[in-house]
């Protein structure tokens, strides 16, 4: 027979399971470019620009499971090295911007309510001076 203890331990492990199904899963960081400078680019797989200039862009967590992130998830984007790039919330709901402050490379760190999910590459080139 089957004692009063396992059927709790599997009644806890089903509710478990079901709980953990119903959390989003990170899967990417879909970014869709708003504005910047010339040959600055932005994408869930990089990021470049130039030093001295920035870009702003609109990102958004997408889910490898069937529940997608919600209002209610936070989402924070951050730079590695602050004096290679900065990362900074824009004015407009889910918006951001890159600013380039010195020619190098580095991370942007996605973190969802307050877990690191991912780093994405960001490269800051020389600006380039008109003659």
Known sequence: ???ERNI???LCALVLAGTSACTPSYDTLEVDWIQGSIGAEASGEGF???EGKLIVF???P???RVRDYEVTDVLELSSEAPSV???EQGLAVGT???MGVARGSTTVEVW?????EDRIPLDVTEQEVSP
């Open 1 to 3: 027979m089957i004692g």
């Open 8 to 10: 709790r331990m599997g």
């Open 48 to 50: 470049a620009v130039q």
């Open 58 to 60: 609109s990102a958004e």
């Open 62 to 64: 997408v889910s490898s």
């Open 85 to 87: 790039a900065r990362v």
């Open 96 to 98: 951001w911007m890159i």
């Open 112 to 116: 969802i309510d307050g877990e690191l």
